[in-house]
């Protein structure tokens, strides 16, 4: 528990330093465009939340490496790996010049260095053809590098709201943290626990006022972070099986493939191209018409803005519970997939045909 608490005292402390002192730096560290399609804020507000999670999270591997010295050397270098994808994207918070090919490819540097430094790399995946692919040690590390930067990828792509993407991300790690107790693991428990109160130290000034946004440097690196823990354990222990990974976080996954479907397939466009209907966008629509009899303002929108994310955590405990169930039991993990992506094209057919389930209209 000492893990948690130093993380998330260090995470917060720090994010709310920075959320404070946003006059001095927010020139800078700011998100000033609030027109684009995927913008639900009001002013500039910080999108460096990132460093107080990277903080939070060094702050435990200090602990741990005094606490238990045989395992410093793992999370140091697990921190080391993560530092490409890292400050690739705190330099696209910074400066808005850094592209998303180049975050991506720095994403995969990093996944490359974990295959090669921690042996973190995907060698079994219940998938035919797959499979044959990872037998391989180059078609592992290109399979990895490809799952890593597209997990923290999908991560960023949620995180449209307040506490939408740190949230999931929370939930993802606890069940990572759990199945490592399962399997008495405990550095990966020890440093999933870490990661979550980091995770939490950035939340509690993210949600649900918005005080600072996690930014791409936040998003690629605790997507990067949960990924890496998850590969981890699957290879650590054969019991757990190679779908417990892509099911805790098949909800940013789905949404990503879902995406490109949508814009490459139905809409003829560039799947690089923003738009404003991802499902979390088209739920906030849906609760800004329950609120247009209220008044307007910059602390309504923040409300509206708050109001969406519960509605996608409950999504994503869709798929993070069966995981924590089923954590050894592959079949029921293939169910779950199946189960998760019906639920979910079903729910968005829904909502963008004006045909929302009552419980997230709500009445008026």
């Not at 000492?2 to 700011?30: C, D, E, K, P, Y």
């Not at 990872?134 to 597209?150: D, E, I, K, Q």
């Not at 946004?213 to 990067?224: E, S, V």
């Not at 050894?328 to 389930?357: C, E, S």
Request: hydrophobic residues 55%; aromatic residues 12%; glycine residues 8%.
């Amino acid at each position: 528990m000492i893990f948690l608490l130093a993380a998330f005292v260090v995470s917060a402390l720090l994010t709310l330093l920075m959320a404070n002192s946003a006059r001095l730096h927010g020139h800078i560290s700011g998100d000033w465009d609030t027109s684009g399609p995927q913008k639900f804020h009001v002013g500039s507000v910080p999108r460096i939340g990132g460093i107080g999670i990277v903080a939070g999270v060094v702050a435990a591997a200090l602990a741990l490496a005094w606490i238990r010295r045989d395992q410093a050397t793992t999370a140091f270098v697990l921190l080391l790996c993560g530092a490409p994808a890292f400050i690739a994207g705190i330099a696209e918070d910074l400066t808005k010049n850094v592209s998303p090919r180049r975050r991506l490819v720095a994403t995969a540097f990093a996944a490359a260095l974990g295959v090669w430094l921690l042996d973190a790399a995907i060698t079994h995946t219940t998938i035919p053809g797959l499979d044959w692919i990872v037998s391989y040690g180059v078609g592992a590390c290109l399979v990895t590098m490809f799952v890593v930067a597209g997990v923290a990828n999908a991560v960023n792509i949620i995180d449209g709201f307040n506490g939408l993407s740190s949230m999931c991300v929370a939930l993802m790690l606890a069940a990572v943290a759990y199945v490592a107790f399962r399997v008495d693991d405990s550095f990966i428990f020890s440093f999933a626990i870490a990661g979550l109160g980091a995770v939490l130290g950035f939340f509690v000034w993210n949600y649900p006022g918005g005080r600072i946004f996690l930014g791409d440097g936040g998003a690629y690196f605790i997507g990067f972070f949960l990924a890496e823990l998850a590969i981890l354990l699957i290879r650590r222990h054969p019991q757990v099986s190679p779908m417990f990974a892509l099911v805790i976080c098949i909800y940013p996954v789905f949404e990503t493939v879902f995406s490109i479907y949508r814009r490459r397939v139905l809409r003829a466009v560039s799947p690089g191209l923003p738009d404003g209907i991802h499902l979390h966008s088209l739920v906030y629509r849906r609760l800004v018409r329950r609120c247009e009899a209220s008044a307007g303002g910059p602390r309504q929108l923040a409300r509206r803005n708050s109001l969406t994310a519960p509605y996608l955590w409950a999504l994503c405990l869709l798929s993070v519970v069966p995981a924590v169930l089923f954590w050894d039991n592959t079949p029921a993990l293939h169910a779950t997939i199946v189960v998760f992506g019906v639920v979910y094209v079903h729910l968005y057919w829904r909502i963008v045909r004006f045909k929302a389930p009552r419980w997230i209209v709500g009445r008026r």
